[in-house]
């Protein structure tokens, strides 16, 4: 341990694995959307030119396995799906907006 740092912790493996994941392209852009109106695939789409269909799809995965956004099935026709914040990615998402605060 550091003379400096005398109460230093180790991260927590959680800090870290949220870390990896917002760290990828278009994580927090998907967040951001979501918190602005974007539920289906397309919307997303629409508020993120240039992300993928590929790249866009595994954002979403990997964010409803980390429990940020849930994935509903809609019926209809065609069924679709549509994408919410949870309650743990409302609170992300304040904090991905308040980094566009100057």
């Not at 951001?32 to 992300?51: D, K, M, T, W």
């Amino acid at each position: 341990m550091s003379p400096r740092c005398r109460s230093c912790q180790p991260v927590p493996q959680e800090l870290r694995a949220a870390a990896g994941l917002l760290e990828r392209r278009w994580t927090m852009a998907t967040i951001y959307a979501c918190s602005s109106g974007a539920s289906r695939f397309n919307e997303f789409r629409q508020s993120l030119p240039g992300v993928s269909p590929t790249t866009l799809s595994e954002r979403l995965e990997q964010l409803e396995a980390a429990g940020i956004v849930e994935r509903r099935l809609v019926a209809g026709r065609p069924p679709h799906a549509e994408y919410a914040l949870t309650s743990r990615g409302e609170r992300l998402a304040l904090a991905v907006a308040g980094l566009l605060e100057h």
